[in-house]
């Protein structure tokens, strides 16, 4: 019986796993030549950009038989800024290859990518690529692996000739030397077979432990090859068909699917690509997803010999395109959302303003990055409609090159960029109360709101809290007020988001529906929720100031690996850049220098390291916290209609403007 196993290729960059899934392809058939990342042939890099640049930006999935195994392959990005679309592939993956380059070795991104493989227990296989290129040090490469990734791993073979175009790879005949003491270590009963040396412990019974194991992801077999000359990739396609375990899920449970891709097609057809967990969809099915959102499914597409078909249906462990799910977006479940879905990786820190080189193209620029906001979610749209200006999230520098050829290849627009700042937050600082009293002259609004603001612990979010009887007023009033305060909160006393608090409403009044005699109703007379969401910002604001706030930057962990004769260069740098290294470790003929890094110097680090260490620097970096900002408080121009400033506020929603504040 066919088995599906989704598959992931992970790497840093120029590891060489683009290559990799091309010989994967052309061993399986799929393709009749070899595809070149330098020629821009390549089967998954379909971007124009991709084919230029040589890396790949975007996941792609390609399908695939291997024996009795449907594999469906997904190409995913290796530089870090585009880590939001690994993080995507990671929700729907059984099992993944991490590619490891014989020359260049553990890189930073490495380290991170394994890290978050181990933490998500994704069933992980090694393949170190590149044996035959110049300076290839398997040996070396299997002891960093060993040192800084995981210990558990289990070298499958030997390479003769490396670092020649003679290279090749040698599966050991039987099992590796040291497995049995490798598997041990999870299983009580083979740890007593091994003491005992037991002739129990077969070949047959070894490789089935080797096989639980990598399934539970505790062991990690090691493959050597080259994804050009195709030494190893053999052995390698036989781990993964032997070694990885297949999808789970029944066919004919509840629907459970999650969408981890959207592309816009030849019509600007919205696509979803979904991952199925459970159930089956079909042809013509209305679907729910998101909150409470559904949609009827017009077309169905698996999938297949490296191609997608057109199917009826898409069952469990399959990977397909929907169509017809025009409210679709990246990360919606699909029917039952499964447990522990989620992001593995924190969102953006840096910010920049997009400028159409014509002031024409305004608005199809809006139009054109909210579509590529779809395709990727953590790429927050900022519209300041009071400076005609959109701001983007991004993870780094490359972002800008993607999103401005992105924008001239498929939409037609020229843009360019302002400067890269960094996105803050703001905390408050204690508690803080207002209140609009309805009817009242220094109220305009036929609404009456009380709100206080406290702080909360970080990573809660926002909570909005009834002090009052819900049946005090028309439930669609409280939800106007609690929909904007969300809203308002987008936006602090300095125009960065305020992202954990709790809010409490403490006073709540309307007047009911009214009209004149023999008249119909009265908007005059009568209180609706626009009156409430017109007063909620004045009231909130006015809270919020009073609670006052504190504006924090992010901070990246690092850790650098430096040589030892570069420590006294290094050190005063990483002071300059206001970072805070803690005391430098010695390893071997280098030292290891970890700390914290403000978000937005960063990018200066990553430039200047090579310059600092000949070149030989190693530098790993994530988002770790946010700190108050020392010195110089930064601000964020505001986008909205400035609730701080009241009678400028009032003029903008156009109501009779009233003299003193919030009580």
């Not at 993956?93 to 260049?104: F, M, Q, R, T, Y």
């Not at 009073?546 to 050190?571: C, K, N, Q, S, Y």
Request: charged residues 20%; proline residues 7%.
């Amino acid at each position: 019986m066919s088995r599906t196993l989704n598959l992931g290729i992970l790497a840093h960059v120029d590891a060489g796993k683009t290559s990799l899934t091309e010989r994967l392809l052309h061993a399986a058939g799929v393709i009749d030549h070899v595809g070149s990342v330098d020629d821009g042939s390549t089967q998954t890099d379909s971007l124009a950009l991709e084919r230029r640049r040589g890396i790949t930006i975007k996941s792609a999935v390609v399908s695939f038989h291997l024996g009795d195994n449907t594999v469906n392959l997904i190409d995913t990005p290796g530089h870090p800024d585009f880590i939001a679309e690994v993080e995507r592939v990671l929700s729907v993956l059984d099992g993944a290859v991490l590619v490891i380059s014989a020359v260049e070795g553990v890189q930073a991104q490495t380290r991170v990518l394994m890290r978050t493989l181990r933490r998500l227990r994704i069933p992980t296989l090694i393949f170190v690529n590149k044996i035959d290129r110049g300076g290839a040090d398997p040996d070396r490469v299997l002891r960093a692996i060993a040192d800084k990734l995981v210990p558990t791993i289990v070298p499958m073979g030997t390479v003769t000739a490396p670092g020649t175009r003679a290279a090749g790879y040698v599966p050991h005949p039987g099992p590796p030397p040291g497995l049995a003491e490798v598997l041990a270590e999870h299983d009580d009963a083979l740890l007593a077979a091994y003491v005992d040396d037991e002739p129990a412990l077969s070949p047959g019974r070894l490789r089935a432990e080797l096989a639980a194991q990598t399934a539970h992801a505790w062991v990690h077999p090691v493959y050597l090859g080259s994804a050009i000359t195709g030494a190893g990739v053999g052995e390698l396609s036989d781990g993964i068909a032997s070694l990885l375990p297949a999808a789970a899920g029944e066919p004919d449970a509840p629907v459970s699917g999650t969408v981890f891709k959207v592309e816009r097609g030849p019509a600007g057809e919205k696509i979803a690509y979904v991952r199925m967990f459970a159930g089956t969809i079909r042809l013509r099915d209305r679907v729910r997803f998101a909150a409470g959102k559904e949609g009827k499914v017009t077309a169905v597409a698996v999938f297949a010999d490296g191609t997608t078909e057109v199917r009826d249906a898409v069952v469990a462990g399959e990977i397909g395109k929907l169509w017809g799910l025009a409210d679709i977006r990246i990360g919606d479940a699909i029917g039952c959302p499964r447990e522990g879905a989620g992001h593995h990786f924190a969102p953006p820190t840096l910010e920049t303003v997009v400028v159409p080189t014509r002031s024409a193209d305004r608005a199809p620029l809006h139009v054109a990055l909210t579509q590529l906001a779809e395709q990727d979610p953590l790429i927050n749209l900022r519209l300041d409609e009071v400076r005609q200006e959109i701001s983007v999230s991004l993870y780094g520098e490359v972002q800008k090159e993607v999103i401005g050829a992105t924008l001239a290849d498929e939409f037609g627009l020229a843009v360019s960029f302002r400067e890269t700042t960094t996105i803050c937050v703001e905390r408050p600082a204690g508690t803080g109360a207002a209140y609009e009293l309805i009817g009242k002259d220094t109220n305009p609004f036929l609404a009456q709101v009380g709100l206080r603001v406290d702080p909360a612990p970080r990573g809660s979010g926002v909570e909005f809290r009834l002090g009052v009887e819900l049946g005090s007023m028309p439930y669609a009033f409280f939800k106007a007020v609690e929909e904007t305060v969300h809203e308002v909160l987008r936006q602090g006393l300095r125009g960065w988001q305020v992202p954990d608090c709790v809010v409490t409403m403490t006073h709540s009044g309307y007047y009911p529906r009214q009209s004149h005699a023999h008249q119909k109703f009265d908007k005059s007379m009568s209180s609706t929720a626009g009156d409430f969401r017109n007063l909620t910002p004045l009231v909130l604001m006015t809270a919020l100031r009073r609670a006052g706030t504190v504006v924090e930057e992010p901070m990246h962990r690092f850790r650098l690996e430096i040589p030892a004769d570069t420590l006294g260069v290094v050190l005063p740098a990483l002071t300059r850049l206001r970072a805070v290294p803690a005391a430098p470790r010695p390893a071997g003929a280098a030292y290891v220098v970890t700390g914290d890094v403000p978000a937005g110097a960063v990018h200066e680090l990553q430039q200047m390291l090579p310059s600092w260490t000949r070149g030989e620097g190693m530098l790993e970096y994530e988002f770790d916290h946010y700190q108050p900002v020392a010195g110089a408080v930064p601000s964020r121009p505001r986008t909205d209609h400035n609730p701080l400033d009241r009678k400028e506020y009032l003029l903008q929603v156009q109501r009779r403007v009233v003299g003193a504040g919030a009580r």
